[in-house]
């Protein structure tokens, strides 16, 4: 029996999509936990919840503004489109392939290694106020710092510092310049099958252009 989720999707899931036992803890306590949560059904409640959450926009604000395509209302349809996805041990993005996009659907949203989506959600080191990414500064200090994560590193010690710069701008860019540099190594290795994939990773951070 189909039930309506957030007041705007439908949850038409026609089988059991997690299981559940009953168990006494130490204490003697009756508990419950879960064993099982379906793949398709969890990241599409993940998806609805997300963007029709009260609760949750208002804790990550970084969903505010997006919306669910009107197919991907139904939960059917959307795990007829993760089915024929390389989903396994991968995330779902929705800008990747357009850039600051705010809408979830089959021809905007892909399938992404862990490594990937880091990479393009939180690569580089968080802004500080009003500064560009990849750009930092130091109390009292009047030069600017540039910092980018390495994809490929080894190591928690490797912060991916490139160095202080005299201004914003030049700092910005030393940033700018590695994050492309990683990008595309990216695109070339294991962590991407897609071409669509690896030709957004090769453009978005080419040269000449200013990324707040």
Not at 71 to 92: C, I, P, R, T, Y
Not at 186 to 208: H, I, M, N, P, Q
Request: overall charge positive; some cysteine; proline content about 1%.
């Amino acid at each position: 029996m189909s039930k309506e989720i957030y007041g705007i999707a439908t949850d038409d899931c026609d089988y059991e999509y997690r299981r559940r036992e009953v168990y006494v803890d130490s204490t003697g306590k009756r508990c419950e936990r879960t064993l099982w949560l379906c793949p398709y059904h969890s990241r599409w409640r993940d998806l609805i919840r997300r963007c029709y959450s009260k609760y949750c926009l208002d804790r990550v604000g970084v969903y505010k503004g997006c919306t669910v395509c009107s197919d991907w209302l139904v939960f059917s349809n959307f795990k007829a489109w993760m089915e024929s996805q390389n989903w396994e041990g991968h995330q779902l993005d929705k800008d990747l392939l357009i850039k600051d996009n705010k809408i979830y659907s089959l021809d905007t949203c892909i399938f992404l290694h862990k490594k990937v989506n880091i990479f393009m959600s939180g690569g580089h080191r968080k802004k500080q106020s009003n500064n560009l990414l990849g750009v930092f500064t130091l109390r009292d200090c009047h030069t600017f710092g540039s910092q980018c994560n390495n994809p490929f590193k080894t190591s928690k010690a490797d912060r991916g510092y490139l160095g202080m710069f005299p201004t914003e701008l030049q700092a910005h860019q030393a940033w700018q310049a590695q994050k492309h540099t990683y990008a595309c190594q990216l695109a070339a290795s294991e962590y991407v099958t897609d071409e669509r994939v690896a030709k957004a990773l090769r453009e978005r951070y080419a040269v000449g252009t200013i990324h707040l």
